[in-house]
């Protein structure tokens, strides 16, 4: 089975997916990329791609918006996927005019498309956003084959839009959580001297990952380690780089915080798993679609903090033993959390053990051919129809 996948740019925690797919009996994969990358995710591509990848021409419409924008057109993607003959198109989103582009050519030529979402109802939208943007979205899940959201509540999200639940299937934004957890498990045998190495002390640490943007409410998050008495003696280590770095490094400075809170700048991800094994806490209170973090976290065996705003929180936080999940953007809540987490012991090994069945449920050999089952469920059942209207 020829199948292609037209996503905005390669990431270290997709691309590994794909590998799993193209080892798919049967399954001749081929990934297009809009782009190389962008300039707020540095990421160095350091892995391998066991199938056709194709990097396209093309261009950015919004790069005058800033770096964190993108809305991406590439010309020649109907030349590629008229050529490749594919039996079935996976599309990464629908804010791009690429996409558009892919889902016409889909639809005229009566190839199955599918549509990956991870987008939730749970942000906070202005309400002529959501006017605007209910019919485009209605009009892509009418002609869609089916859906991959990348978990409950972008399942949620689709249907509010009209798709049948029986088309849709989860394919999370998963980390090669195997891996991150035997790294981490021989990386914890040098805790105390990576500790040192870092100039941190020997209490409690808490560790964000992340860009340094606004909907990350780091901000909030420095208030909150400052408010909860357990910060006198613990750590808060801030892995990451973006436009509010200068504005938070100053409020450190004006809280009284600058021994207490460390920025790390930009870690190339084979290197945030260092940050895990010595951490004892993962707090993300921010709003966005999924939070890969937060299973690299919990996959390393620490406790997380999340926000009811972090679109992974209904299917990876499965137990009050693993994490927490308060409000997002109230700062007493967050403190709360904080300090009870950082009070107690935490043992990775009662993190993992809780975790299991959601650690098994991301493995990558399974997501994947649950993906391609539902491919090739998607493309039966359209053939049956198309049959029965002849």
């Given at each position: ?43 160095e591509s350091e892995w391998d791609c066991d199938y056709d990848a194709h990097i396209l021409p093309g261009i950015n419409l919004s790069r005058w918006r800033g770096a964190s924008a993108s809305t991406y057109w590439n010309s020649d993607i109907v ?151 357990v910060s006198q003696s613990a750590d808060l280590v801030i892995v990451g780089d973006g436009p509010m770095r200068s504005e938070l490094e100053a409020m450190v400075a004006d809280l009284g915080l600058t021994s207490r809170v460390h920025f790390v ?126």
């Amino acid at each position: 089975m020829r199948i292609a996948v037209v996503t905005p740019i390669p990431t270290p925690y997709r691309d590994p997916f794909w590998n799993e797919v193209a080892r798919v009996p049967g399954v001749e994969l081929s990934v297009f990329y809009c782009s190389a990358g962008k300039t707020d995710r540095p990421w160095e591509s350091e892995w391998d791609c066991d199938y056709d990848a194709h990097i396209l021409p093309g261009i950015n419409l919004s790069r005058w918006r800033g770096a964190s924008a993108s809305t991406y057109w590439n010309s020649d993607i109907v030349n590629r996927l008229r050529a490749g003959q594919f039996e079935a198109i996976i599309i990464g989103g629908y804010n791009h005019v690429t996409m558009w582009a892919a889902m016409r050519f889909a639809k005229r030529q009566g190839i199955p498309f599918f549509l990956m979402c991870e987008s939730h109802l749970k942000k906070e939208r202005q309400s002529w956003k959501r006017w605007v943007k209910r019919p485009v979205v209605q009009w892509v899940v009418k002609h869609a084959a089916g859906g991959f959201p990348t978990g409950t509540l972008a399942g949620r999200y689709l249907e509010s839009y009209g798709a049948q639940p029986s088309t849709l299937a989860h394919v999370p934004n998963a980390p090669d959580v195997e891996m991150i957890a035997a790294k981490t498990s021989d990386l914890r045998s040098r805790r105390n001297h990576l500790r040192r190495e870092h100039g941190l002390d020997d209490g409690p640490v808490a560790l964000f990952v992340g860009r340094l943007i606004p909907m990350k409410r780091v901000d909030l998050l420095i208030r909150a380690f400052q408010a909860a008495p357990v910060s006198q003696s613990a750590d808060l280590v801030i892995v990451g780089d973006g436009p509010m770095r200068s504005e938070l490094e100053a409020m450190v400075a004006d809280l009284g915080l600058t021994s207490r809170v460390h920025f790390v700048g930009f870690a190339q991800p084979s290197q945030v798993v260092e940050w895990y094994s010595l951490a004892d806490l993962f707090v993300l209170p921010s709003s966005e679609p999924w939070g890969v973090v937060v299973l690299e976290a919990l996959a390393a065996g620490l406790p997380v903090i999340v926000t009811d705003q972090v679109g992974c929180h209904p299917d990876v936080v499965n137990s009050p033993l693993v994490g927490d999940i308060v409000p997002a953007g109230r700062i007493e809540e967050l403190t709360a959390a904080l300090q009870r987490r950082l009070s107690q012991a935490n043992v990775c090994s009662t993190v993992q053990k809780e975790w299991a069945p959601v650690f098994q449920s991301l493995c990558y050999n399974r997501i994947a051919h649950n993906f391609v089952q539902n491919i090739r469920t998607g493309n039966a059942c359209r053939t049956t129809s198309v049959t029965g209207a002849h």
